[in-house]
């Protein structure tokens, strides 16, 4: 029994019994791949599945395939087919799939499709096709799938689905479309997809997609779009993803997604959004998923489960310092600033210094630098508070009172340590380049100076604080609230500022101490080939020499990364974040924490006051040493003096001893 149904199955197999030699028959399929064809060739009637792939075909005639009525599936791709006759396909009432991509074709006749009634692929990738008309889909009644990518079309069918009413995926990628109409896609009511990436399309009207009402997936992702209807997405209830990435949009609109209820996804890569608001973005209660240019613009959306970029460099979704490494950075540099700085301070005063002056400028100085050490540990307790969390307070942290606050008491330590820097610099060059000139700042000119130089750092500081609606959130762009490096959608009040003060004032002052260790060295090489008088009066000038590389090259290591990362974009590079965060964190406060080495404890006077107190405190310690021995001597000469009549010269000894150290 089991034989006989065998050879029943057997009996019902299609098989063909004519086909070319080169190809591979299986069944009722046959594979003509590479086979050198230059036409479609003679086979078997009952052909099903035809597949004629890299072959010479060049032109296909009328009723080619007249005799395989049979046929559901045509592969013609990469055959560099240029002609193809209206009846070409004629009586092909059957076949379901029709592959011509990667061929020649420029133009395609109307009616060329009229009798593929049960099409439901069509696949014309990668032609040279610049124009279709309405008629050329006459007869595709069933065709679901259509693809078009790649080709040179510029102007689509008035009513592109009118002969095509079940259509329901549309891809028209890569081609030159430049604009559509509010009727171009009215009959294509059951379209649920609609790719229109890499086009030139430049204006979009607000009824293009009114009749989409099933339209679960919209990409227009990089065309030349400028600006979108507020209500143009109204009538797409059901979409489910929008690619609008890639466009130099200028505007968004409030309310330009308020009807997707269903969105889950949303692409807003390398697009600027100047209006940003998070009012933007609660309407869409479903969206999950969504991609921005910028990390910051995530705070926008706090409600949506994945946002992409996931980090700027410094900040991440969950938390305020993304890296590791930040964050013991941030604590260490932190310390180290308030440390040394505030040890310095304490020093300076409790040691009396010749020049007073000079003594006070350099407190001020770490007064300023101490500031940033403030600024870093506030940071590190931000991030300790947000762990975990950031995304959910990011947009109330960055636009809060004490984001503001630390970002300018950040710009305020910068800058005021840049101008006491510049003015110590200023100072120095004076007394070692001209020596015996009487060119230097007194007590209450030194006073002066530096009350102005703290009055122009407040000022710089708090201007932005002054002019929000100028400025904007000046120091809110990121979760460290300094303002280093800047978007397209900053105000250009704000650009302006910020490449005012690091490109201006400090490259400037930057210049200037560059400038004037350099003519110091050169003076100094110069003034020890001359007299002993001379060298002696400089003499305490030139052991400053040997610092100043160190002077310079940490003035370097701070400020040239800030100056190429403003130039970079000024020049609307895009700024990896990574670098950005390191420059804010280590970079941007190693001044703060050298300057009291390279000013302080360096310094040979600094060195030598330190050796005397040392050597006074040892000396204190060795005589209250000695004064504990003669005490004991004389508690036990007392005591035996008696039993031992040396004991008074042993006591008359110590005190021989004593006295001349005391």
Same mark, same amino acid.
């Given at each position: 029994?089991?034989?006989?149904?065998?050879?029943?199955?057997?009996?019902?197999?299609?098989?063909?019994?004519?086909?070319?030699?080169?190809?591979?028959?299986?069944?009722?399929?046959?594979?003509?791949?590479?086979?050198?064809?230059?036409?479609?060739?003679?086979?078997?009637?009952?052909?099903?599945l035809l597949s004629l792939k890299k072959n010479n075909i060049h032109s296909l005639s009328d009723k080619v395939f007249i005799k395989y009525t049979e046929l559901k599936k045509i592969f013609l791709q990469h055959n560099c087919i240029t002609y193809i006759s209206r009846k070409a396909f004629f009586g092909l009432?059957? !076949? %379901?799939? +029709?592959? &011509?991509?990667? =061929?020649?074709?420029?133009? @395609?006749?109307?009616?060329? #499709?009229?009798? /593929?009634? $049960?099409?439901?692929?069509?696949i014309l990738d990668d032609n040279p096709i610049n124009r279709i008309s309405q008629r050329l889909f006459t007869g595709l009644n069933s065709l679901f799938f259509l693809s078009m990518v790649n080709n040179h079309l510029q102007v689509l069918p008035k009513q592109m689905c009118a002969q095509m009413p079940q259509?329901?995926?549309?891809?028209?990628?890569?081609?030159?479309?430049?604009?559509?109409?509010?009727?171009?896609?009215?009959?294509?009511?059951?379209?649920?997809?609609?790719?229109?990436?890499?086009?030139?399309?430049?204006?979009?009207?607000?009824?293009?997609?009114?009749?989409?009402?099933?339209?679960?997936?919209?990409?227009?992702?990089?065309?030349?779009?400028?600006?979108?209807?507020?209500?143009?997405?109204?009538?797409?209830?059901? !979409? %489910?993803? +929008?690619? &609008?990435?890639? =466009?130099?949009?200028?505007? @968004?609109?409030?309310?330009? #997604?308020?009807? /997707?209820? $269903?969105?889950?996804?949303?692409?807003?890569?390398?697009?600027?959004?100047?209006?940003?608001?998070?009012?933007?973005?609660?309407?869409?209660?479903?969206?999950?998923?969504?991609?921005?240019?910028?990390?910051?613009?995530?705070?926008?959306?706090?409600?949506?489960?994945?946002?992409?970029?996931?980090?700027?460099?410094?900040?991440?979704?969950?938390?305020?310092?993304?890296?590791?490494?930040?964050?013991?950075?941030?604590?260490?540099?932190?310390?180290?600033?308030?440390?040394?700085?505030?040890?310095?301070?304490?020093?300076?005063?409790?040691?009396?210094?010749?020049?007073?002056?000079?003594?006070?400028?350099?407190?001020?100085?770490?007064?300023?630098?101490?500031?940033?050490?403030?600024?870093?540990?506030?940071?590190?307790?931000?991030?300790?508070?947000?762990?975990?969390?950031?995304?959910?307070?990011?947009? @109330?942290?960055?636009?809060?009172?004490?984001?503001r606050l630390l970002g300018f008491l950040a710009m305020l330590s910068t800058e005021v340590s840049v101008l006491l820097l510049t003015y110590l610099t200023l100072e120095k060059f004076l007394a070692v380049v001209f020596p015996f000139s009487n060119i230097r700042p007194g007590k209450w000119q030194t006073l002066?100076?530096?009350?102005?130089?703290?009055?122009?750092?407040?000022?710089?500081?708090?201007?932005?604080?002054?002019?929000?609606?100028?400025?904007?959130?000046?120091?809110?762009?990121?979760?460290?609230?300094?303002?280093?490096?800047?978007?397209?959608?900053?105000?250009?009040?704000?650009?302006?500022?910020?490449?005012?003060?690091?490109?201006?004032?400090?490259?400037?002052?930057?210049?200037?101490?560059?400038?004037?260790?350099?003519?110091?060295?050169?003076?100094?090489?110069?003034?020890?080939?001359?007299?002993?008088?001379?060298?002696?009066?400089?003499?305490?000038?030139?052991?400053?020499?040997?610092?100043?590389?160190?002077?310079?090259?940490?003035?370097?290591?701070?400020?040239?990364?800030?100056?190429?990362?403003?130039?970079?974009?000024?020049?609307?590079?895009?700024?990896?974040?990574?670098?950005?965060?390191?420059?804010?964190?280590?970079?941007?406060?190693?001044?703060?924490?050298?300057?009291?080495?390279?000013?302080?404890?360096?310094?040979?006077?600094?060195?030598?006051?330190?050796?005397?107190?040392?050597?006074?405190?040892?000396?204190?310690?060795?005589?209250?040493?000695?004064?504990?021995?003669?005490?004991?001597?004389?508690?036990?000469?007392?005591?035996?003096?008696?039993?031992?009549?040396?004991?008074?010269?042993?006591?008359?000894?110590?005190?021989?001893?004593?006295?001349?150290?005391?």
């Amino acid at each position: 029994m089991f034989l006989l149904l065998h050879f029943i199955v057997l009996m019902d197999v299609k098989v063909l019994d004519q086909y070319p030699q080169h190809c591979v028959c299986k069944g009722s399929e046959l594979e003509c791949v590479n086979a050198g064809l230059k036409s479609v060739p003679m086979v078997s009637s009952n052909v099903t599945l035809l597949s004629l792939k890299k072959n010479n075909i060049h032109s296909l005639s009328d009723k080619v395939f007249i005799k395989y009525t049979e046929l559901k599936k045509i592969f013609l791709q990469h055959n560099c087919i240029t002609y193809i006759s209206r009846k070409a396909f004629f009586g092909l009432h059957n !076949l %379901q799939i +029709l592959y &011509l991509n990667h =061929n020649c074709i420029t133009t @395609l006749r109307p009616g060329v #499709f009229k009798d /593929l009634h $049960q099409l439901t692929w069509l696949i014309l990738d990668d032609n040279p096709i610049n124009r279709i008309s309405q008629r050329l889909f006459t007869g595709l009644n069933s065709l679901f799938f259509l693809s078009m990518v790649n080709n040179h079309l510029q102007v689509l069918p008035k009513q592109m689905c009118a002969q095509m009413p079940q259509l329901n995926w549309m891809d028209l990628e890569g081609n030159r479309i430049k604009f559509l109409t509010n009727s171009t896609f009215l009959s294509c009511s059951s379209l649920t997809v609609l790719f229109l990436p890499r086009n030139q399309i430049g204006f979009v009207p607000e009824k293009t997609f009114s009749s989409l009402k099933n339209l679960g997936e919209l990409d227009l992702s990089s065309n030349m779009i400028s600006e979108l209807p507020p209500h143009i997405f109204k009538d797409l209830k059901r !979409l %489910q993803k +929008l690619n &609008l990435s890639s =466009n130099p949009l200028l505007y @968004l609109h409030k309310s330009q #997604f308020g009807s /997707l209820k $269903q969105l889950q996804s949303l692409d807003l890569e390398r697009i600027e959004i100047p209006n940003i608001n998070t009012r933007m973005f609660q309407p869409m209660k479903n969206l999950s998923y969504i991609y921005f240019k910028n990390f910051r613009y995530c705070s926008y959306a706090p409600h949506v489960r994945i946002c992409m970029p996931l980090t700027d460099g410094i900040s991440s979704f969950e938390d305020l310092l993304a890296n590791n490494i930040l964050r013991v950075f941030v604590w260490v540099i932190a310390f180290i600033t308030c440390f040394g700085n505030l040890f310095v301070i304490g020093m300076r005063s409790f040691i009396k210094a010749e020049n007073t002056t000079h003594a006070t400028s350099i407190k001020i100085l770490c007064c300023a630098d101490c500031l940033m050490g403030v600024y870093l540990f506030f940071i590190g307790l931000c991030d300790l508070k947000y762990r975990g969390q950031y995304q959910k307070y990011a947009l @109330l942290w960055m636009e809060s009172l004490q984001c503001r606050l630390l970002g300018f008491l950040a710009m305020l330590s910068t800058e005021v340590s840049v101008l006491l820097l510049t003015y110590l610099t200023l100072e120095k060059f004076l007394a070692v380049v001209f020596p015996f000139s009487n060119i230097r700042p007194g007590k209450w000119q030194t006073l002066a100076i530096l009350i102005c130089i703290w009055i122009v750092g407040f000022l710089i500081a708090v201007t932005p604080l002054w002019k929000e609606d100028y400025f904007g959130n000046f120091y809110g762009k990121n979760g460290v609230c300094f303002p280093l490096y800047y978007d397209q959608t900053e105000d250009i009040g704000s650009k302006g500022y910020s490449l005012g003060i690091f490109l201006g004032v400090n490259l400037l002052a930057f210049l200037i101490i560059v400038f004037s260790y350099t003519v110091m060295f050169c003076s100094i090489q110069k003034t020890a080939l001359q007299t002993s008088e001379v060298r002696s009066h400089v003499g305490r000038e030139v052991a400053v020499a040997n610092r100043f590389f160190f002077i310079v090259f940490s003035d370097a290591i701070c400020w040239i990364p800030v100056f190429v990362i403003k130039i970079l974009s000024l020049s609307r590079v895009e700024i990896p974040g990574t670098i950005t965060s390191w420059v804010v964190i280590f970079f941007l406060p190693v001044n703060s924490a050298l300057n009291p080495i390279l000013y302080t404890l360096t310094t040979s006077f600094f060195k030598d006051k330190l050796k005397q107190l040392l050597h006074k405190h040892r000396r204190k310690s060795i005589f209250k040493t000695k004064k504990k021995s003669v005490s004991t001597s004389i508690v036990w000469a007392d005591d035996s003096s008696a039993l031992k009549p040396g004991a008074l010269n042993k006591i008359n000894l110590e005190d021989n001893i004593v006295k001349p150290i005391s």
